[in-house]
């Protein structure tokens, strides 16, 4: 199952909300999760079955989607909130990941 | 606290072999299946293979099969990847992780251990 992210880049302020799609070749219920990385850091696990926070995430991340269209919400980019996201789906072997999204401070 | 420290990375020729070893500490290690995921410099997320918390069931990418093995030692909380026949574009960051299987995620990650594959 390919997974396709848009934006792959992204340039953005901090205070302004944001959107991440995540956009699966077949459908995959709701066995998505949301990753976040920074460089040199292993990544970190945001978001769960689609729209669950994990466990200490901020609630400005927000997941939704079910089936093959995803998305992953900031709603108020902190400085700390700048980094690579990936999307994972895990329906079906093999376990797949988007291609990234980039968010950079404009 | 959750700590899984990864081993055993380093530059190898190719055709070569090496094995990673993965140390967890923190939880119940025996109740969790177990990832390997890589991540080639300056590129994104691969998964590589998955075990089941017993170690009878496993599951590899396509690229891998035949070349890797995953295994673990429950007595000793630590999971391996055997790696073989080993090519250029093997080259990465090697993570192993837990997974959740009842809600399917993986949550916690080792801080990556480097296979540079070159002559």
């Known amino acids: 199952i390919q997974l396709t992210q848009s934006p792959s880049s992204l340039s953005a302020s901090v205070g302004d909300g944001v959107t991440i799609t995540c956009r699966a070749s077949?459908?995959?219920?709701?066995?998505l999760a949301w990753y976040q990385q920074k460089p040199g850091k292993a990544p970190k696990l945001l978001i769960y079955?689609?729209?669950t926070l994990q466990s200490g995430v901020p609630s400005r991340f927000s997941g939704s989607g079910s089936g093959t269209d995803f998305t992953l919400t900031i709603s108020s980019l902190q400085p700390e909130d700048f980094a690579t996201y990936y999307c994972?789906?895990?329906?079906?072997?093999?376990?797949?990941f988007g291609q990234g999204t980039r968010l950079e401070i404009k | 606290e959750v700590q899984l420290l990864e081993s055993g990375g380093g530059l190898v020729q190719p055709g070569g072999s090496l094995r990673l070893s993965c140390a967890a500490s923190?939880?119940?290690?025996?109740?969790?299946?177990m990832n390997w995921v890589r991540q080639a410099p300056g590129k994104g997320l691969e998964w590589v293979s998955t075990?089941?918390?017993?170690?009878?069931?496993?599951y590899y990418t396509d690229s891998v099969k035949g070349r890797f093995t995953i295994s673990r030692d429950n007595s000793k909380n630590t999971l391996y990847l055997q790696m073989s026949s080993l090519r250029a574009e093997d080259t990465a960051v090697y993570y192993c992780?837990?997974?959740?299987?009842?809600?399917?995620?993986?949550?916690?990650w080792g801080q990556g251990t480097l296979v540079t594959v070159s002559s």
């Open positions: 994972q789906q895990l329906n079906t072997y093999p376990i797949t």
């Open positions: 923190g939880f119940t290690f025996s109740s969790h299946a």
């Open positions: 077949q459908g995959i219920s709701n066995y």
């Open positions: 075990i089941s918390a017993s170690g009878g069931s496993t």
């Open positions: 992780t837990n997974y959740v299987t009842s809600i399917r995620y993986f949550d916690y």
């Open positions: 079955a689609a729209s």
